[in-house]
């Protein structure tokens, strides 16, 4: 099986390396995977402009795709990703945020919704804001497994050390248990976010018309699954009530 490891860092051969290289070890213990590294600041991904095509027009119309394009490949024939950013001011640091931006697509048309995702966080203070950004980094696959590397610019003690160990082997566990299980079985988080998008991509067209397209093509969800009557019951109430109170980002229409 493959797994492709996202390094968000500026550095090379960081904590965020030993990370990935402490949970391989731990992986091909019992299996044989086959790790791909990606450190994002050797990929000339390009900084995102904001121009928001890839989300209006389509990913096919950013004026500077061809980084994300072979990126974005990778991560297709990935089995499992493992997204590793270490904490700058509480934050992933500048090349995980563009990677962030430039997959922002994602969230709109979740073409990686079959992937198994890990976070990973590497460094001391304000991991959790990390695990939460590294959460939403790609729109729609499920995030199975979570886990903070300790990583101080010191010594740790051998008991911080066999701590972080028991941490990555849980955490790689999980990891490990859903990419065997495979597939993709949707929450009614995600359905409700599918049906919103849905509805909005008609009444959108103009505006989104890559969403229209994508979306013209689905039946109840992104995948062949049957959805139970409540969650489509539910659905349609919360998305009436999201509708009426974001009615201020609707376009405008003059009348005559």
């Not at 995980?96 to 976070?119: C, E, G, Q, S, Y």
């Not at 729109?139 to 941490?167: F, T």
């Not at 993709?184 to 991509?201: A, G, N, Q, V, W």
Request: charged share 25%.
């Amino acid at each position: 099986m493959r797994i492709v490891v996202v390094l968000g860092s500026p550095k090379k051969n960081g904590a965020g390396t030993l990370a990935a290289k402490d949970i391989e070890s731990v992986m091909n213990e019992s299996e044989r995977f086959d790790f791909e590294y990606i450190q994002l600041s050797d990929v000339g991904l390009g900084l995102c402009r904001g121009c928001f095509l890839c989300i209006s027009k389509g990913e096919d119309v950013c004026p500077m795709s061809e980084g994300r394009k072979m990126l974005q490949a990778r991560l297709e024939q990935a089995d499992g990703i493992i997204l590793i950013s270490p904490t700058y001011v509480q934050d992933v640091p500048w090349v995980m945020k563009n990677f962030i931006d430039r997959f922002a697509f994602t969230h709109h048309r979740p073409i990686l919704l079959d992937k198994k995702v890990m976070v990973v966080a590497n460094g001391g203070s304000g991991l959790n804001r990390v695990r939460e950004s590294l959460s939403m980094a790609i729109g729609g696959p499920d995030i199975v497994a979570e886990l903070d590397y300790i990583s101080p610019n010191w010594p740790m003690s051998p008991r911080a050390s066999a701590k972080r160990d028991k941490a990555v082997r849980r955490s790689v566990s999980k990891f490990m248990a859903a990419i065997e299980k495979g597939g993709h079985e949707p929450t009614f988080s995600k359905y409700l976010m599918f049906r919103f998008f849905k509805d909005i991509s008609d009444e959108m067209e103009e505006y989104l018309p890559a969403d229209h397209r994508y979306y013209s093509n689905k039946g109840d969800y992104h995948t062949s699954v049957k959805i139970n009557r409540v969650w489509n019951f539910f659905a349609g109430v919360i998305i009436a009530v999201l509708k009426r109170s974001m009615s201020d980002m609707a376009p405008y229409v003059e009348k005559d």
